[in-house]
């Protein structure tokens, strides 16, 4: 089957998910509609000093010892593994097409720094010299847990996914890219199924104190389960938290041919990019714009076709401004009337992996025709006009869903999602 | 639908100065290395060279939001828009596309030092971290650390703003987002994309990554093939390269020249052991090297200099029926994500002058084939990840 462009069409056949609210689809899908919060105080890790203590961390995930890359390749293995197992497109191990992996930066983080400077067994003076001078004698683990590199290929490893593997960022628009380079694979005719995977788990310390020093954090520690209030008035930044999402894609005749069942299919994505400010977006929303439209466009949708909307809604004052400016630029007066909810405000913004969790939310959506709210908007902000679903989830003929992701960095991306073609 | 792919455009700063010419030159004058060894001793690097910053990033405040890797990838990503005669056409800019291979930007190693010091006299090693983290670290510092902010700068620097997407994962990062621009371009999914990366080598978090697995190389020899002692290792080199990769009928459209046609572009992975580096080369050439006629190629080696890998490549190369090899690590160093688009750059550059520029190594360097009409790039990951590429002479 081919889309209008002659294309062919994309399905979903698996999905899987990992944050705060559970493990799995069932357990993220009955918090997210009854409205549940995932964010708490951080206990992983001490927090005092710092000025946001709170977040969605994913406390029953456990490795030893924790650092970005080991926690978010376990994160993402198990989304994966739920997915690929739902697909049943081969045994787990031996994907038959690539993985594209939405990920966030690798760096050598303190610990081993730490574990580096008690080797070099100084006691008063240290630095970059005395780590240099011990670091032969570090663990391959370290090492490897070092290397931006090691997630994809832990993971290429696991499920046996073929060629290169392809590890990216477009910040807060990952998870949305990972989908849509996979898309692009198997439109260009390279592979008949991609696995996408998006994962974050660079929850410690210095990530949070990099976010807070730039004020995009919210400060509500007292009520951590109120604190993500995307579209309130009194909004007052993201809450940060670790998640996880893989969808299995393949061309609609792919899985037909073997008789999978189908969750949904992806009509199109677009993206644009914005050359104003590293943090904000032009005023006048331009690239916000360009890449809904570009979504519209390359799914040959129009804008009344839009039945529910998957929002970015971070929750800071910026983003949830921006969207709703470009919503009504792009779907002039149905953006006031069409659904659209946040699920950053139960589940916190999961960063790299955001996109493709609000993909299996909004896969999710259509499967159940039903809503999840946004929940913790006591106080709306009488300056966005948007039906945001307040408080309880809703039940509606949802047929076409579109998911926003917008990055630090200017990257913005936008997906269409619709039901099995009938 | 698959369409003939140009480079039209090429930006590339090195040790061995900035832009086309100046590389051409610096390849054929065989003066050696340029390497700084008292920065960081006893570690040589490969410094950048000194660059005019204001001539791509004109305001100051620009300049000052960005780390050195960020400054040499937005440097030489706006040299190779001004080799494909682009810069003044915003309409383009807008809808042209972008991968950046990308790693993590620096550290502020003072701060780290400092940290490192204090933590060494606490009692209470959490707390104090936190509160000397949050006092000590500039708030801009993690916008100049984050991968895809050298691309987010390209977009505010130079107005490439139809896509921005930043690949991870050191060479492999490289060798991806080449082979994917080329696929979107080949298949109609994108007319004309930047691609390309960067890295500063003066890093004392980078030498420690390497070190890590003794991976740095203190011996004298320059030649990747010829570091022979131990484990061999990587001379970390500062690099930019960016490549306007077009579809011909676009370039052709706008009266733009090729500098060379990017014709196959290929990457796998695999768990590394005795001879897997080897049979993986040969894999991948057994993709897109049939029919290629071995009297008229040239070989540009992405190699780290890392023994083992390294002798598994020149076996591989070494079947290729006496093509001249040349390595572009000898001459830059290593530059993780950029090296594969820099050996692609200076691949580019041979096809434009129909030769390979002069061995630096006469024991595997030998051959001084004058009509190169196409050539092979190599890569391997010095710890995953092999690519290769096919650059060839463009058919105007």
Sequence with gaps: MKDAAGRPVIAVTGAGIVTSLGEGKQDNWSGLTAGRSGIHAITRFPTEGLRTTIGGTIDFVDVEPFCCASFTTEIASRAATEAVGQSAIRPVGDFPGPLFVAMPPIEIEWPLRERLLAMAGKDDEADYSDLLEVASKAQSIDYENSLYGSVAERLASTFGTKGSPISLTTACASGATAIQLGVEAIRRGETDAALAVAADGSMYPETMIRFSLLSALSTQNDEPEKAARPFSKNRDGFVMAEGAAALVLESYEHAKARGADILGVIRGCGEKADSFHRTRSNPDGKAIIGALQAALDDAGCAPDEIDYINAHGTGTPENDKMENFALGEVLGERARTVPISSNKSMIGHTLTAAGAIEAVASLLTLEHQRIPPTINYDVPDPAIELDVVPFTARDAEVSTVLSNSFGFGGQNACLVFSGEPA | ?396
């Design chain 2, 1 to 396: 639908m698959t369409n003939d792919v140009w480079i039209t455009g090429i930006g590339l700063t090195s040790s061995l100065g900035e832009g086309r010419d100046a590389h051409w030159q610096a390849l054929n004058a065989g003066t050696g290395p340029v390497l700084d060894r008292q920065c960081i001793s006893p570690y040589a690097f490969h410094p950048m060279a000194e660059l005019d910053l204001s001539l791509q990033i004109p305001k100051r405040g620009d300049q000052r939001q960005m780390e050195p890797w960020q400054r040499y990838g937005v440097y030489t990503a706006g040299l190779a828009l001004d080799d494909a005669n682009v810069k003044d056409d915003p309409d383009l800019l807008s809808r042209m596309d972008m991968i950046v291979a990308a790693g993590g930007g620096e550290r502020d190693i003072a701060v780290d030092n400092q940290i490192m010091s204090e933590l060494l006299k606490s009692n209470d090693r959490a707390k104090l971290l936190i509160e000397r983290l949050s006092n000590e670290l500039r708030p801009t510092l993690f916008l100049a650390q984050l991968p895809n902010l050298v691309a987010g700068n390209i977009s505010i620097v130079h107005g490439v703003t139809g896509s921005s997407r930043t690949f991870m994962g050191e060479e492999a990062a490289g060798h991806d987002a080449v082979r994917t621009a080329h696929a979107r371009v080949a298949a109609g999914q994108s007319r004309i994309c930047l691609v390309g990366g960067a890295f500063n080598a003066a890093r004392e978090d980078m030498l420690l990554l390497f070190e890590m697995v003794s991976g740095n190389w203190l011996g004298e020899a320059d030649s990747v093939w010829a570091r022979d002692t131990g484990n061999g290792g990587v001379r970390l080199g500062s690099m930019g390269a960016f490549l306007v990769l077009e579809a011909a009928d676009h370039a052709r459209a706008r009266g733009a020249r090729p500098v060379a046609r990017l014709e196959a572009v290929v990457a796998d992975r695999g768990p590394r052991e005795a001879g897997s580096v080897g049979r993986s080369l040969s894999a991948l050439w057994s993709r897109i090297g049939g029919g290629i006629e071995a009297d008229t190629l040239g070989v540009v080696s992405g190699a780290t200099g890392i023994a083992g890998q390294t002798a598994e490549e020149l076996g591989f190369l070494e079947t290729l029926s006496g093509a001249p090899i040349r390595a572009a690590g000898t001459h830059l160093g290593h530059g993780l994500e950029a090296q594969f688009p820099a050996s692609l750059a200076i691949a580019a550059l041979c096809i434009s002058h129909g030769k390979v520029f002069p061995a630096a190594d006469a024991s595997v360097e030998t051959n001084e084939r004058v009509d190169v009409e196409r050539a092979l790039v190599t890569s391997v990951g010095h710890w995953r990840g092999e690519g290769l590429a096919l650059v060839a002479r463009a058919e105007t």
